[in-house]
C-alpha cells in the first residue's frame, strides 16, 4: 500500500509539473528596464547572489552545475510581479509620466532530472532582458516642426529564454556544465511620432556552468554567450514622400554575462555569498533597421560593459523556514555622450528580503526587492535636430529622470 501511494503521489507531481510548465509557456513576459537578472524567487531574495549556492534549486537557473549536488529530480515554478514607475522633466518642459502599463508579470521556471549518478539535465525558462516605454506627443520640446517625426513614442521587447543544460560531476568536489540558449523575441516595437516599427524573431546562444565545493566554502562561475536575433516585421508610416506600410529588417544583440560567486558557510544554519556579474553590453551599439529594400534608420547606443557587485545571505531558522536577504550595487551601461530616453537607466542599489517554508513535497518561496534608481539630469550640447536624424545623446534629451522600481516574487518547488 506505501508503495501504492507514492507512486500515485509521484505520478501526481509530474502530471502537476507538465501542467504548469505548459500554462508558462502560454505567458508573454513583460518587463520595463532592460536586464531582468531575477530569474527566480529565491534568487530575489538573496538579491541574484547564489552562483556558488549549491543547496538552493532556485540557483540552478544560475548556475546548471548545482544540478549534481541535488540527488533527486527538481522543479520549480515562479512568476514576478514588477511595480515600474518612470518620469522624465525635460529642460523647457513639465513633467511626464510613461504611459505603458506600471505593472508587469514576469514568469520563470526549471527542472532537472537525474540520469546517472554524475549526469543530470536540464531546462531553464525565464525572461532576462525585457523593456517598455511610452512617451505621449509633446513630452520632449525639442521635437517640434519636421523633426517631431523623430520623438521617441512606444518601445518595447518581449523575449524568452529557453535554456537545456547538461551538469557532469568530476568527482565529489567539482561539477561542469554546458548548455544552449535560444531566445525567442516575441514582440520588438520601436515607434516614434511619425513611423512604427515592429518585428520578431530569434537567435540561439551558449551557456557554461561551474561549482567547486569544499567543507566550508563554495566556488561558482557561469558564463551566458551574447545573443544576436534576426528580427523581421514592418515599417509603417503616414508622414513624408512615401507614406505606407514596408517589409523591414534587424538585428538585435543581446549581451553576454559572466558571473562569479564565493560562498562561505558560518554556521551549519548561516552563510553568506558575494558575487561579481559582468554584462557585455558594448554589443549594444547601434541598432541598424533596414525597410523598403534600401532605406535604413539607426539608433546609436554606443554602451559599455557594466558590472554588478552582490552580497546575499541565507539564515536556516529552522527545520522548515529559511530566511534570506540580500544586496546589490548595478552600475549603468549608458553613458551620458548617447542618452535614450527609450532606455533611461541609471545605477542602481537592490535590497531584498525572502523566505522559504517546505510544506511536506513542496516548497513555498516569497521574495521582496526594492530597487533604488539613482535621478538622472541630462545636460548635453550636442544641438538636435544638426547632427541628423537620431536624437541619442542630444540637447532633445535634455532634463531630469526618476524610476521606482519594486518587484514581488513568489515561487513553488519540490523534488521527485
Known sequence: MKKTASAMNYLFQLKLIAGLTIGLLGLQAQASGFRIPEISTTGMGLANALVANKDEVGAMAYNPAIMTFHKDHTFQIGTTLLGYDLSATPTGGSTTDSTTQDKFVIPNMFLSARTSENITFGIAINSPFGLETRWPKGTFPTFSGATYVYEPEHSK????????????????????AMGVMFYDVSSLTFNSQGFDINGSGSG????????????????????????????GGSFTTAVGSSPGAYPARSSLYFPDMLQIGLLYRLTDRFNMEFDVENTGWNVFDQIVIKYAYTKTTRSTNNWTNSLAYRLGASYQMSDRTKLRFGYSLDDTPQPDSYFSARVPDNRRQLFSIGVGHEFDSWTLDVAYMRAAVDDRTINLSTIYPTTGTDPNGTTAYNGNYKSDINLLGLSISTTF
Open 157 to 176: 521587447i518581449n523575449m524568452l529564454n529557453i535554456n537545456p543544460s547538461i551538469a557532469i560531476k568530476l568527482d565529489n568536489k567539482t561539477s561542469v
Open 204 to 231: 540561439f546562444g551558449w551557456n557554461l556552468a561551474m561549482l567547486h565545493s569544499t567543507k566550508n566554502w563554495d566556488f561558482g562561475l557561469s558564463y551566458k554567450s551574447n545573443v544576436k536575433a534576426n528580427l
